[in-house]
């Protein structure tokens, strides 16, 4: 292997290491926008039932989006993602834990949260 | 030999400042304490948020038994919000752009990102601001009823999130203007960029959860 085949391996390795150029984020920044306008349609026409299934995976496709590419998850140590998602994870544990002591906690009366009611 | 010992203290006293992502560093993962400590301390903010988004699904429709009011969702202006969200999503590309600005070395592009950050940041918590005193002059104050306080709480932590941004982009911005910060503590940058981009995607979640899901 010469030395202008290991520049150019090199040169490879950083373009996947660092990310996409200026104009990758900017892509991707138009592709965020064009997500988000999808949303915001939801609110001025009525998709039915699916409105709410459509908001949670455009939210989810924007989460994505943003930490693969702009927080370089993608790109970055694995390490990274394991510490991120260990939290994603978690949090979606507190919500199932809330709402099932909630569920639990339901009264004949018809509110669904006996300590606020 | 005295050079050897004068680049270890050196790296004592200010760290490693000349590390690039392709070498291995000194540490136990190979990666750089700062950024691991950052992952971890977002990761840990997702519990945060977590259990506050949480807080304010269950409690949305309540007013509680001995009160009254409207509740957030009933003051809502989503167009106005849209804009809001907009500009914030932008500030991840101009954050990001700052990002790889330093890492080739184009301090002035990269200052210019970093105020243009900034300055999309106050625009969202302006924002905020004018919607939280007109959800006041309707009558919805933190203490008006459950479902108030859960969203102003929410919206109100990730308010002060999106205002710690700004105070840190001001602060990398002054760092670089003074010739403090430069290409070689790129990482600097990109970790307040990680910080940034977790508000964006705290605010994607809230945005869609709280404000557009009926």
Redesign the interface.
């Known amino acids: 292997m010469n030395t202008a085949t290991v520049s150019e391996d090199e040169g490879h390795q950083e373009h996947s290491e660092h990310g996409l150029s200026d104009f990758g984020y900017i892509k991707i920044a138009v592709i965020l926008a064009i997500l988000t306008a999808a949303e915001v349609a939801t609110y001025f026409f009525d998709f039915g039932v699916v409105e709410i299934p459509s908001l949670l995976i455009l939210m989810v496709v924007k989460f994505q989006i943003v930490v693969s590419y702009f927080m370089h998850l993608k790109f970055d140590s694995k390490v990274f993602s394991y510490l991120f998602v260990t939290g994603l994870v978690l949090a979606m544990l507190v919500f199932a834990a809330m709402g099932t002591s909630m569920a639990f906690w339901q009264n004949p009366s018809g509110c669904d949260a006996s300590a606020f009611c | 030999m005295a050079d050897t010992a004068e680049a270890e203290t050196s790296e004592l006293a200010y760290g490693p400042t000349d590390w690039d992502?392709?070498h291995h560093l000194p540490t136990n993962?190979?990666?750089t304490n700062e950024?691991?400590t950052m992952?971890?301390f977002?990761?840990?903010?997702?519990?945060l948020?977590?259990?506050l988004?949480?807080?304010y699904?269950?409690?949305r429709n309540?007013v509680?038994?001995a009160t009254k009011g409207p509740t957030a969702a009933d003051l809502f202006d989503?167009?106005f919000t849209?804009v809001s969200?907009?500009v914030l999503?932008?500030s991840?590309?101009t954050?990001?752009?700052a990002v790889?600005s330093i890492?080739r070395a184009e301090m002035e592009r990269c200052k210019l990102w970093l105020l243009t950050t900034a300055a999309l940041g106050s625009i969202f918590i302006a924002g905020q601001v004018y919607e939280f005193t007109g959800f006041y002059r309707e009558g919805l104050g933190f203490t008006t009823n459950?479902s108030s306080s859960a969203f102003f709480t929410l919206t109100g932590f990730h308010g002060v999130h999106v205002s710690l941004g700004i105070v840190m982009l001001v602060t990398m911005w002054v760092l670089v203007t003074r010739g403090n910060l430069g290409p070689e503590r790129a990482e600097t940058i990109?970790i307040i960029?990680?910080y940034w981009?977790?508000v964006?995607?705290v605010w994607?979640?809230i945005?869609?959860?709280v404000y557009?899901?009926?």
């Not at chain 2, 977002?42 to 519990?47: E, I, Q």
């Open positions: 992502d392709h993962t190979g990666l950024k691991v992952w971890a977002l990761g840990s903010d997702c519990l948020f977590g259990a988004i949480s807080t699904l269950l409690c309540r509680g038994p989503i167009p849209s969200s907009f999503l932008m991840s590309l954050m990001v752009l790889t890492q459950i990109e960029g990680l981009h977790f964006d995607i994607i979640v945005f869609a959860v557009l899901i009926p």
